[in-house]
């Protein structure tokens, strides 16, 4: 299991492929808030449950999906 302390605000989150996912609003209990102002996130909040991360490390979060598997999997409600 990863250590959820590590994670920061205005991380990078990536996919295993390397494509970027989103930015860290906080964490929201057992999920990473993803900030709503990032690109690909049109408007919205959208969380990533931390059992989908690999590693955190070099300043970034990076998952164990590729990009697409992440944001066909992300929840949007609060």
Known sequence: ???????????PVVGSDGGRIGTVDH???QR???TRTDPAAHGIHHFIHVDSIEA????EVRLN???AQAQDEWGTSE
């Open 65 to 67: 999906r590729t990009t």
């Open 1 to 11: 299991m990863v250590d959820t302390s590590l994670i920061q605000e205005q991380m």
């Open 27 to 29: 964490l929201d209990g």
């Open 32 to 34: 990473i808030k993803l």
């Open 56 to 59: 955190i490390e070099a300043g």
